[in-house]
Structures are given as C-alpha cells and as structure tokens.
Antibody, heavy 119, light 112 residues
Framework: QVQLQESGPGLVKPSETLSLTCTVSGGSISSYYWSWIRQPAGKGLEWIGRIYTSGSTNYNPSLKSRVTMSVDTSKNQFSLKLSSVTAADTAVYYC?????????????WGQGTLVTVSS | QSVLTQPPSVSGAPGQRVTISCTGSSSNIGAGYDVHWYQQLPGTAPKLLIYGNSNRPSGVPDRFSGSKSGTSASLAITGLQAEDEADYYCQSYDSSLSGSDVFGTGTKVTVL
C-alpha cells in the first residue's frame, strides 16, 4: 500500500522560503506524477503543482513565480519550495499521487502538514 | 478563486437523496476532461470517492454515484447516513491554466 508523508518546518517567517518534502513508501516514485495541494483553515483545496519523475513540472499560474518542485528518485522523495511567503500561505499542505497528467485523480494522499507563516 | 463552482452546503435527513453540483466551463469539464470527487472528514486528508466521472474506487459504497453533462457534473448520495456528513470537492483539469488541476469550491453536507 502506497503511503505518503510530508515533513518540514511548521513555522516559517514572512518573506522566507517554505520547504517541504514528501516521502513515498510502499511503492516506487518512478513513472508517476506527484502533486502538492494546500488548504487554508476553513477553506477549500488549492492545487499548487505537479512534478513527473523525469523532473518536468506544471505549476498553478497564481503561484508559479514563487514555486519550485523537485524530485529525488534515489530517496523516493519529492519536494516543494515556496518563496517570499506571507500569512496568506498559512495552510495545511498535502502531497498526493496523481493517476496521470490531464484528467488525473488523486488516490493517495499524505496526512497533511500545517505550515504557519508568522514572525 | 476556483474555476469549478459548487453550492456551499446541502442537507438532508437520514435515508434521503442529496445531490451536489459542480459547474465548470469550456476549458475544463466542457472540454471533455474527467471530473473526480473527494470526501473530506474533519481533520483528515481528502479521500477519493468517484473518479473518471462515475467510477467508484474499491470500498466506496454504491450509495455514491457521479455523472457529467456538458460543463457540469454531479455527485449523488442516496440513502444518506450520519457518517456522510463531510465536505465534498470536485476536481478536474483546466487547459487554460497552463495544465493545472482545479478543485471545486467545496460543499458541506449536513445530515439533519
């Protein structure tokens, strides 16, 4: 059974860079698309972006200038960096596995990690 | 600002049928991209409920069904149960947003 686990600092200062890692267990990270999705408290889900194991990426246009995703197949991990954060970036961040590219669905999710942006 | 619109809330008595709509546009649902549905219980990650417009993953009760027509999709819950009280989200792909996946605004289902 594939499992995903997010890790990273729970508190980030304004203007700094948020960095999270998702570790995949129970299966290989190769040949799949992997995404980051976030959810501010009491609000809906926002898709941040996806990365394929080749390293190709697609980002939400509203976040594109601040987002970088990377993948490390040797560690079965992929990562998210979000720069110049503000309080509006405070949210639970989920990593998830996509079934494909377009028209894909998310069968596997991490439990989510809360990241608070505050000084 | 989601490109998929859902009603904020729906409610029903136990045993009743409720439906949740998901309205998109010609660049997502109307373009033929599939719609998927998720159930999110408080404090937990979303769980896949319906994929490919109308398919249920193993373990999802057949009380849940999905459909799609034109630029909209719907999730129906028949025989509503107390455990169905949760938030529900639709999701699709939008070709006008640099290949982005998009989520609906979310619907809170309340069992009266």
């Amino acid at each position: 059974q594939v499992q995903l686990q997010e890790s990273g600092p729970g508190l980030v200062k304004p203007s700094e860079t948020l960095s999270l890692t998702c570790t995949v267990s129970g299966g290989s990270i190769s040949s799949y698309y992997w995404s980051w999705i976030r959810q501010p408290a009491g609000k809906g889900l926002e898709w941040i972006g996806r990365i394929y194991t080749s390293g190709s990426t697609n980002y939400n246009p509203s976040l594109k200038s601040r987002v970088t995703m990377s993948v490390d197949t040797s560690k079965n991990q992929f990562s998210l960096k979000l720069s110049s954060v503000t309080a509006a970036d405070t949210a639970v961040y989920y990593c998830a596995r996509a079934s494909g590219y377009s028209s894909s669905w998310y069968s596997y999710w991490g439990q989510g990690t809360l990241v608070t942006v505050s000084s | 600002q989601s490109v998929l619109t859902q009603p904020p809330s729906v409610s029903g008595a136990p045993g009743q049928r409720v439906t949740i709509s998901c309205t998109g546009s010609s660049s997502n649902i109307g373009a033929g991209y599939d719609v998927h549905w998720y159930q999110q219980l408080p404090g937990t990650a979303p769980k896949l409920l319906i994929y490919g417009n109308s398919n249920r993953p193993s373990g999802v009760p057949d009380r849940f069904s999905g459909s799609k027509s034109g630029t909209s999709a719907s999730l129906a819950i028949t025989g509503l149960q107390a455990e169905d009280e949760a938030d529900y989200y639709c999701q699709s792909y939008d070709s006008s947003l640099s290949g982005s996946d998009v989520f609906g605004t979310g619907t809170k289902v309340t069992v009266l």
